[in-house]
């Protein structure tokens, strides 16, 4: 079946660091990407939707220039959170489709869990 | 906009069945799905099921919709400790680029 990997599993930081954490389809060609946050107790909450070779489709609310995404290929997307702060902690998961067709042939990356002191 | 919702707990002894409700608003849904999340992971598609459907069964798994009532149902069988996890219900209402509605999760535990 079709794989979806995040790098790294967890991540611990400081206040005002940046952290960028990469999903990879590792055995097909992604050409849409998700970015999903999760906070504790609440459902997932999409984040952006990334095509590769153009700019990522932000959902409303979420700052552009605070999480920058990056879908430079096929297999890979990578999310950045930049100047990061406590309030960033969170579980980032990320999705990859190959084809377009039904929506929920969305493949799941197992998470980055960010801690941010 | 849309909205989903789902019941927050379920607890349930190993052998028995669980149901685990879900309720949405979104008259266009198209497609309904069943995702698990086991703790520290990422969510894995269980099922899905199209709107013009009343029922999906696939081994323990069995999923009905009401489209009329916009509620939707996963009953596991035979609840083994292993399916311990959050069930989150998700909605889509087409196939193509549309991206997913997802509730907010409810948490299955199976006790011994």
């Known amino acids: 079946g079709a794989v979806v990997s995040q790098h790294p599993s967890r991540v611990i930081c400081k206040s005002g660091t940046s952290v960028k954490i990469e999903c990879r389809s590792l055995d097909f060609q992604a050409t849409t990407m998700f970015w999903y946050r999760q906070f504790p107790k609440k459902s997932l909450m999409l984040m952006a939707t990334s095509n590769e070779g153009s700019k990522a489709t932000y959902e409303q609310g979420v700052e552009k220039d605070k999480f920058l995404i990056n879908h430079a290929s096929l297999t890979l997307s990578t999310l950045t959170v930049t100047s990061a702060h406590p309030e960033d902690s969170s579980f980032y998961i990320c999705?990859?489709?190959?084809?377009?067709?039904?929506?929920?042939?969305?493949?799941f990356g197992p998470g980055t869990r960010l801690l941010v002191l | 906009g849309e909205d989903v919702e789902q019941s927050l707990f379920l607890s349930v002894r190993e052998g028995d069945s669980s149901v685990i409700n879900c309720t949405y608003t979104?008259?266009?849904?198209?497609?309904l799905y069943w995702y698990k999340q086991e703790p520290g992971a990422g969510l894995q598609l269980l099922t899905y099921i199209f709107s013009n459907m009343d029922m999906k069964q696939d081994q323990r798994l069995t999923v009905l919709l009401n489209k009329k009532d916009k509620h939707l149902s996963l009953r596991i069988a035979d609840t083994q400790t292993g399916d311990s996890a959050i069930y989150f219900c998700a909605e889509s209402p087409s196939s193509g680029y549309s991206t997913l509605t997802f509730g907010k999760g409810t948490m299955l535990l199976v006790s011994p």
């Open positions: 979104d008259s266009s849904s198209t497609y």
């Open positions: 999705s990859a489709r190959d084809l377009p067709g039904l929506a929920g042939g969305q493949y």
